[in-house]
């Protein structure tokens, strides 16, 4: 089973911008898709983007959709979420996620990493 490790949150003003990482370990990462979801106080966890084990495919929320930009590093045993543009709003904990496929990451994911912290301010 894969293992997932984020890092890269922290805290940012409005308009600005931050890059997580999500490096994984244990089983092949290659065949995975993997894809971040965020959880803020209150609110049920959210889907952010999914990426599909080539690369190929991605999948955005409404919500971040033209601003957050999902990316599988070099090595393929990376996965990036780009956020710029960020607002109050995205504040949560941020997790990567890892399965089988892209498309239903958020039901059957195989794997949650730890979590990391973004925090907006106005």
């Known amino acids: 089973q894969v293992q997932l490790v984020e890092s890269g949150g922290g805290l940012v003003q409005a308009g600005g911008s931050l890059r997580l990482s999500c490096a994984a370990s244990?089983?092949?990462?290659?065949?995975?898709?993997m894809g971040w979801f965020r959880q803020a106080p209150e609110k049920e966890r959210e889907f952010v983007a999914a990426?599909?084990?080539?690369?190929?495919?991605?999948y955005y929320g409404d919500s971040v959709k033209g601003r957050f930009t999902i990316s599988r590093g070099n090595v393929k045993n990376t996965v990036y979420l780009q956020m710029n543009s960020l607002k109050p709003e995205d504040t949560a904990v941020y997790y990567c996620?890892?399965?089988?496929?892209?498309?239903?990451?958020?039901?059957?994911?195989?794997?949650w990493g730890q979590g990391t912290q973004v925090t907006v301010s106005d």
């Open positions: 990426i599909s084990s080539s690369g190929s495919i991605t």
């Open positions: 244990g089983r092949t990462f290659s065949n995975y898709a």
């Open positions: 996620a890892a399965g089988q496929y892209a498309i239903n990451l958020s039901d059957a994911a195989d794997a």
